[in-house]
């Protein structure tokens, strides 16, 4: 007994040691592990022309592409698509510039060139029909896909979705009209925290490696960032204009369309959401009280739930 609780002992130690002594590049990549697999999530590479695609993939039934925002990568849909593999095959990607993808400063990442790309992963994929949804600026890029290629969706969801040219102008847009740094663009630590602060309204608890590791994460990749949202953003004169606006893509889209959106969201207005809807009046609008930016990490069972239930209602 007393050999079993010094072994015990040993083993607790070891693991605090193990912690304690592990750069934080590694426990997040623990970490990111251990959501996969609860997830179900297997991940994968597919090479396209320009260079390779680093997805995740895992489920059983119709497929269902997930297209992170701006500054992330798949792991945004990490704790989200725990409760969506019981339902759907489920795809999140790293689109290019962002993630494991391929990032090169000399192409463009516009929403035109995105959605090219986009359509090559789908060839590669071997995709014939399915669900695409997308967050932020992987909305926007959803919007535009569907635009172009209606007969390949099932149905389309747009989560606090970036490009409404109709929406009112949000705290963010408004700071870069005041000459302010997007906060999305974060080039510190500190920057990170004022980040999450401000994309979460009750953030989910974060551990410090955590944060840390995705700060040095922004750091690192902070000059393709910072060319990428100006490339989406379309900035000028402190104004932020879309070259193809989501509501314009929009217009006359006949498919399932689920809008769902956080109704704290302080990045894009959450009124964006009803300008959507008047563009296609049989879009589903689902608003979320006391949610924030990213309504899959901040509520992902009540979030995965409105899309069960908006593909197999009862």
């Known amino acids: 007994m007393n050999e079993l609780l010094a072994l015990a ?6 693991v605090l040691i193990t912690y304690l002594l592990s750069p934080p590049s590694k426990l997040y990549e623990w970490l990111l592990f251990s959501e996969r697999r609860l997830a179900k999530l297997t991940l994968r590479k ?8 680093a997805y995740q993939e895992g489920g059983k039934g119709e497929v269902l592409m997930l297209l992170h925002g701006f500054g992330a990568n798949k792991d945004t849909w990490n704790r989200i698509a725990q409760h969506l593999t019981p339902y759907f095959h489920v795809i999140a990607i790293d689109l290019p510039g962002f993630g494991n993808s391929f990032k090169d400063m000399q192409l463009q990442y516009d929403v035109q060139a995105q959605v090219t790309r986009l359509q090559e992963i789908v060839e590669g994929l071997k995709l014939s029909q399915f669900h695409l949804a997308g967050n932020s600026m992987g909305g926007y890029i959803a919007a535009n896909y569907a635009a172009l290629h209606p007969d390949k969706l099932s149905s389309l969801w747009l989560l606090n979705p970036l490009g409404v040219a109709t929406a009112p102008n949000s705290e963010m847009f408004e700071d870069i009209a005041q000459k302010k740094r997007p906060v999305v663009l974060a080039n510190s630590k500190l920057e990170y925290k004022e980040l999450i602060a401000r994309v979460f309204h009750k953030a989910p608890y974060m551990p410090n490696f955590f944060v840390d590791a995705l700060s040095l994460n922004a750091i690192a990749n902070f000059s393709i960032n910072k060319k990428i949202f100006h490339e989406i953003h379309q900035t000028a004169d402190y104004q932020v204009y ?3 606006p989501t509501d314009l893509a929009l217009a006359g889209f006949d498919k399932p369309l689920l809008i769902t959106w956080g109704d704290k969201d302080t990045i894009l207005h959450p009124k964006g959401a009803h300008a959507l809807q008047k563009v296609v009046p049989s879009a589903v609008v689902q608003i979320i009280e006391n949610v924030g930016h990213l309504p899959m990490i901040e509520s992902p069972k009540l979030t995965a739930n409105q899309f069960i239930e908006f593909r197999y209602p009862l």
């Not at 002992?9 to 070891?14: A, E, G, N």
């Open 46 to 53: 597919l090479d396209i022309q320009e260079g390779q695609i």
């Open 242 to 244: 879309f070259s193809s």
């Open 9 to 14: 002992i040993s083993l607790s130690v070891f």
